[in-house]
């Protein structure tokens, strides 16, 4: 039984940093990157679309990504809808193709993008300690109603206390390689 609580946190643990991976994918390092428009929709005839189904998405060179739309009167919706995402990417197109040219950053921006990734980190420690406390309440119910012993209970909570531990690691993992990646001239 204890096998199931902790199979059962360790899959939510997962989830957990891959949420952050996906969170950190949309943040702007100064590299072109297709994921930094993800949460943007078109109105593509009436229906709400992601870019990447009304346009073609490429990464040419290390600082532009080209969309080339499959409709050439969806340009000027696409500018408009890039402009209001607030990314401070301003489009330019040559009536078939829209460039954005992502400007290097500062080192203060990048200072403040690293401020920000250590605040998304920290929320998903909080989000993995949290899990931690559902599985020790979840197993506490099993030894209060009989179904484990006093010492399942305490072999399992060292078990549940390594796995977090592990999980941080992973997410402080995560923050490292992103940190170098946004620090990266």
Not at 14 to 25: A, F, I, M
Not at 42 to 59: C, E, M, R
Not at 90 to 111: Q, V
Not at 149 to 162: C, F, H, M
């Given at each position: 039984?204890t096998k199931?609580?902790i199979?059962?946190m360790?899959?939510?643990?997962?989830?957990?940093?891959e949420?952050l991976?996906?969170?950190y994918?949309?943040?702007r390092?100064?590299?072109?990157n297709?994921a930094l428009?993800?949460d943007i929709?078109?109105d593509?005839?009436?229906?709400?679309?992601p870019?990447?189904?009304?346009?073609?998405?490429a990464?040419p060179?290390?600082?532009?990504i080209?969309l080339?739309?499959?409709?050439t009167?969806?340009?000027?919706?696409?500018?408009?809808?890039?402009?209001n995402?607030?990314?401070?990417l301003t489009?330019?197109?040559?009536?078939?193709?829209?460039?954005?040219?992502l400007?290097?950053?500062t080192?203060?921006?990048?200072?403040?993008i690293v401020?920000q990734?250590?605040?998304?980190?920290e929320e998903?420690?909080?989000?993995?300690?949290n899990i931690?406390?559902?599985?020790?309440?979840?197993?506490?119910?099993?030894e209060k109603?009989?179904?484990?012993s006093?010492?399942?209970?305490?072999?399992?909570?060292?078990?549940?206390?390594?796995?977090?531990?592990?999980?941080?690691?992973?997410?402080d993992?995560v923050?490292?390689?992103?940190?170098?990646?946004?620090?990266?001239?």
């Amino acid at each position: 039984m204890t096998k199931e609580v902790i199979k059962d946190m360790k899959a939510h643990m997962e989830k957990t940093v891959e949420s952050l991976r996906r969170e950190y994918q949309k943040i702007r390092t100064g590299r072109a990157n297709i994921a930094l428009l993800d949460d943007i929709r078109i109105d593509y005839y009436g229906t709400p679309s992601p870019l990447s189904q009304v346009a073609t998405l490429a990464v040419p060179e290390p600082r532009t990504i080209t969309l080339q739309p499959w409709e050439t009167k969806m340009i000027s919706v696409i500018e408009k809808a890039i402009m209001n995402a607030n990314l401070g990417l301003t489009p330019t197109n040559d009536g078939k193709l829209i460039r954005l040219n992502l400007p290097a950053l500062t080192e203060e921006r990048r200072k403040e993008i690293v401020k920000q990734l250590k605040k998304m980190a920290e929320e998903s420690k909080v989000a993995a300690r949290n899990i931690r406390r559902d599985a020790n309440e979840e197993l506490k119910k099993l030894e209060k109603n009989k179904q484990i012993s006093e010492d399942d209970l305490k072999r399992a909570e060292k078990e549940v206390q390594d796995v977090t531990n592990s999980y941080v690691a992973k997410i402080d993992d995560v923050l490292a390689h992103k940190e170098k990646e946004v620090m990266e001239v």
